[in-house]
């Protein structure tokens, strides 16, 4: 397992070694240990979420604010998508920066995304599976968010917006400047 740091502080890339054969595949998603020597995070996760979803669903940008932050570590068990975060530490010299990777069933790949960001996907292949670990619970009063196409973000989707599929809910987010960090 290799895992790299992004240029946004805290934001980990984690990629298994995957063994195939004629049976199919195996690999590690998660070893404590090795998380914690290359991330220096105390990995306690709480909560496990998972979506299904469809080709063009945009979930996002969402995130928690106060004690009930969250980090999280997100992948695609099946399917693909577009993952993005965006840097929302007001004293991050990255502050309003975003980061995106393809995350999918072939790469196995993993994001680690630290408290102080907000965070969405784009489905980019029908039926994908989404699954995160969180380190906090959920607080409906703590959460937030910021309207996916904010032109300051200037966020590549790569579909074109008309394709997307988008809750009534996120799409009356606020821009990164008017939302309550």
Same mark, same amino acid.
């Given at each position: ?25 195996? =690999?590690?998603?998660?070893? $404590? ?11 306690? =996760? ?16 969402? =995130? %928690? ?22 840097? &929302?530490?007001?004293?991050? $010299?990255?502050?309003? %920066?975003?980061?995106? &990777? ?26 994908? &599976?989404?699954?995160? $670990? ?24 790569? =579909? ?22």
């Amino acid at each position: 397992m290799t895992i790299e740091e992004t240029y946004l502080k805290g934001c980990f890339v984690i990629t298994p070694k995957v063994f195939e054969d004629e049976r199919g595949c195996f =690999f590690e998603s998660f070893n $404590k240990k090795i998380f914690e020597q290359k991330i220096g995070v105390d990995a306690v =996760f709480v909560q496990d979420n998972q979506s299904k979803s469809s080709i063009g669903v945009l979930r996002g940008l969402h =995130f %928690q604010t106060g004690k009930f932050a969250q980090s999280k570590l997100v992948s695609v068990p099946k399917g693909k998508v577009l993952d993005v975060c965006v840097d &929302i530490r007001k004293e991050s $010299k990255t502050f309003g %920066q975003h980061f995106s &990777i393809i995350l999918d069933d072939i790469k196995h790949q993993q994001l680690y995304i630290p408290r102080g960001f907000a965070h969405g996907f784009l489905v980019l292949e029908n039926n994908t &599976i989404f699954t995160y $670990k969180c380190d906090n619970f959920y607080n409906k009063e703590s959460e937030g968010g910021i309207i996916y196409n904010d032109k300051d973000l200037n966020i590549d989707w790569v =579909f074109g917006e008309k394709e997307f599929i988008i809750s009534e809910k996120d799409q009356k987010l606020p821009n990164l400047k008017s939302a309550k960090l």
